[in-house]
């Protein structure tokens, strides 16, 4: 298996949450419901809406969240506390009982069954070039996840060009050892932009 698929902003499904609402970006198996929480992997971008939110329990799930836009502190109870400002993240268990303080954007990978991590990659008018991650051993799969935060121009590794918009995301899967592979993001603006990056490897 070997697929990519770029997904518009306007295609991506919003829904509401107990503290403001939030869009899902791209979910593993494409079939996968988190509603019923069944799913491998998902990627979400939140909008927090009340100054004060408790985070939906999730046990057996790892998270990671990201801050885009303004500065959330968190409590984790029984562990500790954090304040996380734009681009920075905080990993923890689904299991904790979570609390937050700050109006925010965010970023969030959920991962049921596999491994992931999250990077923020600064988009200029050069070429950025991005070497793929290949299928490693212990795992069937690896996904990456594009969210990108500007306008920008990317280069496919089977040599398509597309350009994305603020918004779109574009899914990249593989499910079999590849040679080296990239791709190339370049941003359309003269000021920087950027796009988050999800690597999940799976089953």
Partial sequence: MERYEIVRKEQLTVARWSGGTTTQLAIWPPEGDYARRSFTWRVSSARVEDEESTFTSLPGVERCLMILEGTLRLCHEG??????????????????????WGRVTDFNLM????????????????????????????????????YLLCEAEVGLPDG?????????????HAGAPLGAQTLTLRGCSRETGRAVRCVIYHD
Avoid at 85 to 93: C, G, I
Wanted: charged letters at 25%.
């Fill in 79 to 100: 562990h500790y506390e954090t304040v996380l400002h734009p681009f920075e993240q905080d990993n923890f268990s689904g299991d904790w009982t979570t609390r937050s």
């Fill in 160 to 172: 398509q060009c597309a350009r994305l918009h603020a918004g779109d995301v574009l899914q990249l």
């Fill in 111 to 146: 991962v049921k069954g596999g491994e992931g991590r999250v990077q923020v990659i600064e988009l200029t008018s050069t070429p950025c070039e991005v070497r793929l991650m290949p299928v490693v051993e212990g795992w069937r799969c690896v996904s990456e996840v594009f």
